[in-house]
């Protein structure tokens, strides 16, 4: 338990999530006893409960999340899905927990799981909330590390109808490349952000790592990948932007919901290069193919 020592008390939020749950592993495996903050600890495997500490309590309650970040020396935050009419909002007030957080309970370093387009800091929908979460955590000074995430391979798992019928829709123009990852591996990134030791002579604030995948794709470029490791024929297809609107709304969410999801994309779609490049540090191993092979076959 030497990294336990070491390193102090590490809390994770949304630890049953894609992310979460692979830094929850790995900070196991490393020899550390994580504090999970969680609104519903039954949700976890009981391997995995009898080797952490658990809170209990939503992140949207400033009191419960300077309760369960009390004497934390690294914290990884993660943004909750808001169902705030206004996802910006959403995004911000969470922001804010995690910010008064640092603060006051004196967290020496965060590993904040942002996204890319949110160096736009406005003009790209939801995302414009995680833009507000980066600003409220580096007005703290604290060392701060922002994951720039790009689209989820796990998106995909929203699309098993179309898919089911050799079809994969699409925000985004056909041919519009961008970074796609495993979210598996940006598990990995956190964990290490989490598990690395104190940035000697560089003194506190904020830090951003990309995490872009191992290539940028297109959505026909991801619809040929798909054919082969699905075992069918895939095509790609545009939906326009008030269709998409539409089917949000029918299946119950706001106005305001709706236009974060399809201001993602259009904020991206239009001439945006992500602020950090491409190289060694931003580019994961786990490929489409693989990914899809091994999570998205046996469900179709």
């Known amino acids: 338990m030497a990294h336990e020592h070491a390193l102090g008390k590490i809390v994770v939020t949304t630890p049953t999530g894609k992310v979460g749950s692979r830094v ?13 903050f969680l609104r519903d600890p039954d949700r976890l495997d009981t391997a995995t409960r009898q080797r952490v ?18 004497d934390a020396d690294r ?11 206004d996802p910006i909002a959403g995004h911000a007030r969470m922001g804010a927990n995690a910010a008064r957080a640092i603060t006051e309970n004196g967290i020496g370093r965060t590993v904040f799981l ?11 929908g939801e995302i414009d909330g995680l833009a507000r ?19 989820f391979f796990t998106n995909l798992l929203m699309e098993l109808d179309s898919l089911r019928e050799g079809v994969l829709p699409s925000l985004w123009p056909l041919d519009f490349a961008m970074p796609w990852v495993d979210p598996r591996d940006i598990g990995e990134v956190a964990a290490v952000g989490l598990l690395a030791g104190d940035r000697s002579g560089e003194g506190a604030g904020s830090r951003v790592r990309a995490v872009h995948g191992p290539e940028d794709l297109s959505f026909s470029r991801v619809a040929r990948i798909l054919g082969p490791a699905l075992g069918r024929e895939v095509r790609a297809e545009r939906v326009p ?5 539409t089917g949000l709304r029918s299946v119950g969410l706001s106005a305001g919901q709706a236009e974060g999801i399809v201001g993602m994309a259009a ?5 945006f290069v992500p602020e950090q490049e491409r190289d060694v540090l931003t580019t994961t191993p786990t490929t489409l193919a693989a990914w899809a092979h091994a999570h998205l076959r046996p469900l179709l």
């Open 267 to 271: 904020g991206l779609r239009e001439g």
């Open 53 to 70: 500490d658990t809170v209990r309590g939503d992140q949207g309650d400033a009191d419960a999340v300077l309760r369960a970040t009390r």
């Open 75 to 85: 914290l990884f935050w993660v943004d909750p899905p808001t169902t705030d009419d």
């Open 114 to 124: 942002s996204s890319v387009g949110a160096e736009k800091r406005h003009g790209a």
């Open 133 to 151: 979460t980066e600003q409220a955590l580096d007005a703290t000074g604290a060392d701060v590390l922002h994951l720039r995430c790009g689209y």
């Open 24 to 36: 929850v592993r790995l900070l196991l495996q490393a020899g550390v006893r994580p504090t999970l």
């Open 241 to 245: 932007d008030d269709d998409v609107r």
